[in-house]
């Protein structure tokens, strides 16, 4: 019972945290819900499930080392303290060059500390999606580096364990990870680009604003939107600034112009509540447009359908959007402009496909990083570092080419995937026959003649 002693106090933990989580993104969704009365809600609520499994991934991890050997228990120990170390650096290092660039506009405020700590703790999902990859890929090497120096994968080896089988406690904290990475991709990692916007922002003793200069057009309703600056807490009630609004005519003309300081929306009775309104009436020709006179200072409106989400959801960058977003705004555009459908698209098959860039660093630093001979580690280390940097510079230009809509979405997200994980496979399979690596990889490269 002692080796289970860890992943019960981790369940315990994990429970605990899980009770604090699950609730509060369960009123985050009925909250947005009710902003987006068109979404789709089943894809919504999946956002608490995904959060609560996400807590309960360390309780997992520990117990696949209960249940492991003492072998396995022992490889999973020399790599996890590296990996921690690894992480740790990786996180300094980003960190301080991400401070450099916004300590400027954090020291206008009076509270440093705690918009710092404030900033990357939600960025804190972001930075892991974007570091993991890197501190498995360094791990790895030097975890596998440090064994074979030693020559202690020999001795295992010797012992009849495979090779798959003492990598094993690799590829399943790969699988961990890779599980972790996907479920920060379905909605909190890109969210964090516009809390950060936020915080900043606020340390600038700005409004937070979501977006600025927004425009939306109701086609059903002939109707087209111009919202200067969108709070970021338009669904606690905030109002929209500086709004422009026209209305036209089934025929195409103009029926009318609206101008406020301020729009609000309520949710309860959906009507919008506009401050310091003005409205500009236009007449047939030659009658020269006038505007209306005596509007109250509220104006009530009760026929707009439009809610602030719709308003602002279509202008959105792409890669600030989780799964539950993209798949509501492909839904609501789906005759939309053919590049602007891409890039979404684009951006939906991504959320899937990066978090497996973990798995594959470890099936391909995997065999690069076991050496059998008196050859150092420093070939394999160099091949894997540069294979890994390839995998990664094509996964850029593959989203590119996507967004612009020169290569299918599809495509664009899982291209890298296949090709580095078919490369990753062949040479784990290669590693576990005790098959040369480098005398393969010579084959294509150009030698004399």
Known sequence: MRRYLIFFLLILACAAVALQVVPNEQRSVYRELASFPDSNAAIHHLRPVVAGIMCFIPALGALAYAMA??????MTRQFLIIFAICMAGLFSIWMVVDLSDNL???RQSNHVADLVLRLYAVRLPQISVQLLPYG????LLYCLGRLSASREIVAMTQTGRGLMRLTTPFMVTGLLITLLCMGLNFHWAPHAVVAQ????????NLDPTLAESQRYRNAPERRMWMVGKFPQDFQDGAPLRDVFVIQENEDGTLESVLTAKTASWEARTRYWTLGNARKLLIRPSPAPPEFEEDLPEKLVITTWKE???????PGLPAAQLGIPDLTDWLQDHGDGQVRQRAAHLTQWHSRWAQPF???IVVILATPLGVVFTRRGTSGGVALAVFLCGGMIFLSTVSLSLGDSGHLSPAWAAWLPNLVFGVLALYLFRRRLAGQPIYQTLRKFLPTEA
């Open 69 to 74: 050997g003492t072998l396995a228990r022992y």
């Open 104 to 106: 400027d506009d954090l």
């Open 136 to 139: 498995l890929l360094l791990s």
């Open 197 to 204: 916007k936020a915080i900043i922002d606020e340390a600038k």
């Open 307 to 313: 809610t602030p989400a719709e308003i602002v959801r």
């Open 357 to 359: 860039n973990c798995l």
